[in-house]
Structures are given as structure tokens and as C-alpha cells.
């Protein structure tokens, strides 16, 4: 791990496919929780709709997109300390691993059942490793 955090510069070019790469890594994986909490262990992965607040059934599309914003999201973080911070991927690894676990404030305080809550943190783990992995693998 600790080449991942040498100080090699990024190469700004790489960025985006990088960010796609983790980003369909954390995808499947999502996917996969996703179909292991629906299907094998019966879940229903209730939650509220951000458009009506009704309780709703958590559908796998939304996983999908959540991901793929989390995917943007750390790819425009990672150019911008790229461009303005002395060692970006250290820094990078830093703000990563706070913005998942601030991130985990969102699924706990949703109205619903604690197996649904933990699927939902579950999730927030498996996006952050592969995109955050990629994002400093794949740029040197």
C-alpha cells in the first residue's frame, strides 16, 4: 500500500478512467450486496422515496447511481488535491476514509430497520475502497 502513496505524480489524463474503473468495480459489488440482501437473505431494504418520503423498497438502480455519484465525486476531489496539495494521494487516502465515515451518518438515520441501515453502510464501504484503490493505483 505504501507505493500507493509515494509521492509519483498523478497524471491529471488518467483521472476519469481511473474513476471509472473503481467505479464499475464498486457497482457489481453494490449490485451484488444488493441481490444477496434481496434475494438470498430476504430483505426488503425499505426506505424512504426522496421525492414523496414514502417508505419504498430500495430500488437497485438507485445503488447503481449513489455509486456512480460517489465515483464523480472522488474523482473531482482527487484532480483538485492533484493540482493544489503537496502529496495528493496521501492526503487523498485522508479525506477518503473521513468522507465514508462521515457518510455513514446518512443510512443510520434513516427510518427503517437496523438490517436495512447496515446493507446501506455495507454499501457506503464497498464504493469507497475500489474507487479510492483505482483513483491511486491507476493514475501514476
Same mark, same amino acid.
Given at each position: 500500500?505504501?507505493?500507493?502513496?509515494?509521492?509519483?505524480?498523478?497524471?491529471?489524463?488518467?483521472?476519469?478512467?481511473?474513476?471509472?474503473?473503481?467505479?464499475?468495480?464498486?457497482?457489481?459489488?453494490?449490485?451484488?450486496?444488493?441481490?444477496?440482501? %434481496?434475494?438470498?437473505?430476504?430483505?426488503?431494504?425499505?426506505?424512504?422515496?426522496?421525492?414523496?418520503?414514502?417508505?419504498?423498497?430500495?430500488?437497485?438502480?438507485?445503488?447503481?447511481?449513489? %455509486?456512480?455519484?460517489?465515483?464523480?465525486?472522488?474523482?473531482?476531489?482527487?484532480?483538485?488535491?492533484?493540482?493544489?496539495?503537496?502529496?495528493?494521494?496521501?492526503?487523498?487516502?485522508? !479525506?477518503?476514509?473521513?468522507?465514508?465515515?462521515?457518510?455513514?451518518?446518512?443510512?443510520? !438515520?434513516?427510518?427503517?430497520?437496523?438490517? &436495512?441501515?447496515?446493507?446501506?453502510?455495507?454499501?457506503?464501504?464497498?464504493?469507497?475502497?475500489?474507487?479510492?484503490? &483505482?483513483?491511486?493505483?491507476?493514475?501514476?
Amino acid at each position: 500500500m505504501n507505493h500507493l502513496l509515494d509521492d509519483a505524480p498523478v497524471h491529471s489524463g488518467k483521472i476519469l478512467l481511473a474513476a471509472a474503473r473503481g467505479g464499475l468495480i464498486a457497482i457489481a459489488a453494490n449490485l451484488l450486496l444488493y441481490l444477496v440482501a %434481496t434475494s438470498l437473505l430476504g430483505l426488503q431494504l425499505l426506505v424512504p422515496s426522496p421525492a414523496t418520503g414514502e417508505i419504498a423498497p430500495l430500488p437497485a438502480l438507485a445503488m447503481v447511481f449513489a %455509486t456512480a455519484v460517489g465515483a464523480v465525486g472522488g474523482a473531482l476531489v482527487f484532480a483538485a488535491l492533484a493540482r493544489f496539495v503537496r502529496r495528493p494521494r496521501h492526503t487523498f487516502l485522508i !479525506v477518503s476514509v473521513v468522507f465514508t465515515i462521515i457518510s455513514f451518518a446518512s443510512p443510520a !438515520v434513516l427510518p427503517t430497520d437496523l438490517a &436495512t441501515i447496515l446493507v446501506l453502510e455495507i454499501a457506503h464501504v464497498l464504493a469507497a475502497i475500489p474507487i479510492t484503490w &483505482t483513483l491511486l493505483r491507476d493514475t501514476r
